[in-house]
């Protein structure tokens, strides 16, 4: 099993900056790939940036040079520095642990998720 606590969320102006913090614990050494997702009211859950275990990333293209995924490896924890921030980013944002148990076999683990808002 793999716990996921996300941190860092808000009520920011547009062009601000946020930083999410997701700590994981459990079975972290498993994991292949720590992503954050993000679902706006009456939207679907949409992927926002992704991690590899090899440190691969990748970002949708509407974060694509504001957003940037990391990770801190002796504290289990990956971040999502957000700058210029739009009304548009305002959704609650999940983490997401990703593990291959074998092919075509994958565990998904979730955080409860972090409110962020961005308004004048």
């Known amino acids: 099993q793999v716990q996921l606590v996300e941190s860092g969320g808000g009520l920011v102006q547009p062009g601000g900056s946020l930083r999410l913090s997701c700590a994981a614990s459990?079975?972290?050494?498993?994991?292949?790939?720590m992503s954050w997702y993000r679902q706006a009211p009456g939207k679907q859950r949409e992927l926002v940036a992704t991690?590899?275990?090899?440190?691969?990333?990748n970002y949708a293209d509407s974060v694509k040079g504001r957003f940037t995924i990391s990770r801190d490896n002796a504290k289990d924890t990956v971040f999502l520095q957000m700058s210029s921030l739009k009304p548009e980013d305002t959704a609650v944002y999940y983490c997401n642990a990703h593990r291959v148990l074998s092919p075509g076999i994958v565990v998904d683990y979730w955080g409860q998720g972090t409110q962020v808002t961005v308004s004048s």
């Open positions: 459990g079975s972290i050494f498993s994991i292949n790939a």
């Open positions: 991690i590899t275990s090899g440190g691969s990333t």
